[in-house]
C-alpha cells in the first residue's frame, strides 16, 4: 500500500439508520487499508417544518459526536478521525439546521440532496416522459443547497443519477448546461468544495458521483476544493474506488484533495 496520503471523507457508521457497522470497525478499516486521515459523516436529513422528524434528532447527533470522540481516543496517534456530518437538504429547515450547525463543532460538513419535496430521491417514479421536469427539479434543489447551506462541500451532485438507474433510466445533468453552471458557479461563489463520491461504482450507474465531465467543468469554472468519499456504509467499503476517484480529479484538472479542521481546508497532492 502506498505511504502516500489518503483521505476517505465520507463514512457512515451505526449512528446513521442505514447503517449497522460500528463506528470503531469503520476506523479498523480506514487504517487496515491504509488511510492516513477519515471524516465521519453520518446522515442527518431534515424535512419541512410540518414534518416529523423521525430519527434525526439532536439527542442522537449528540450520541454519534459521543462516538467520533470516542475513536478518536482510541485510535490517537495511529488515524485523523474527522467529526464530521451529511446533512440532507437543509434548507427546507432552515431553523434546524442553524441549531445543528452552532451546537456541534464540526470539522466538515457534507451538503447533499436526497430528497424532493419531503420525499426520497428513490421513492420517484422514473419515466421518459417526466425526465425533464424531474432533473430541473433536481437542479433547483441542488441551487437551493448551494446558495443557502451551511456546509463544506457538496455530496455526490449527480445523485439522481443513481436513483434513475436503478429503475433503467438513463439521466445526465450534464443535458442541462445552463441549470447545472448555476450550481457549481453558487459552489465557487460561497467557497464550496465538490466531493468526488466513489459509491456509484458499486452500483447500477458504474460511475463516479460526479464524473470526469463534471468535474473538468468544475475546475474551469474556477472551482478549487475538492474531496473523496467512498460513501461506505460497512467497513469493506471504506477507501472503496479511491484511485478511480483520484485519477478522475487529475484527468480534470486537479492536483489536490482537501481535507478539513474546524470546517477550514487544508490541500494534499494527489498521488497514489
Known sequence: MSKRYRADYHLHSACSPDSREPMEQICRAA?????????????FEFYSPTQPQGFYTVQALE??????????????????????????????????????????????????????RDQDMKLLAFREAHLEEIC?????????????GDFDCMGHINLIRRYAAKQGIPIDLCNYPDQLDAVLEKLIQ??????????GLRGETASLLPGVKILKRFKELGGEIITIGSDAHSADEVGADWGEAADAAIQAGFRYAATFENRKPSFYKLEW
Open 31 to 43: 487504517l487496515r487499508k491504509g488511510f492516513h486521515e477519515i471524516a465521519m459523516t453520518d446522515h
Open 63 to 116: 450520541k454519534a459526536q459521543q462516538e467520533i470522540r470516542r475513536c478518536q481516543n482510541l485510535f490517537a496517534g495511529q488515524l485523523v478521525i474527522r467529526q464530521g456530518i451529511e446533512v440532507g437538504q437543509p434548507y427546507v429547515n432552515p431553523q434546524l439546521a442553524a441549531e445543528v450547525m452552532e451546537r456541534f463543532p464540526f470539522d466538515f460538513v457534507i451538503g447533499s440532496v436526497h430528497k424532493m
Open 136 to 148: 430541473l427539479r433536481n437542479l433547483t434543489a441542488l441551487y437551493e443547497l448551494a446558495e443557502t
Open 190 to 199: 460561497r467557497g464550496k468544495g465538490l466531493e468526488v463520491n466513489t459509491s
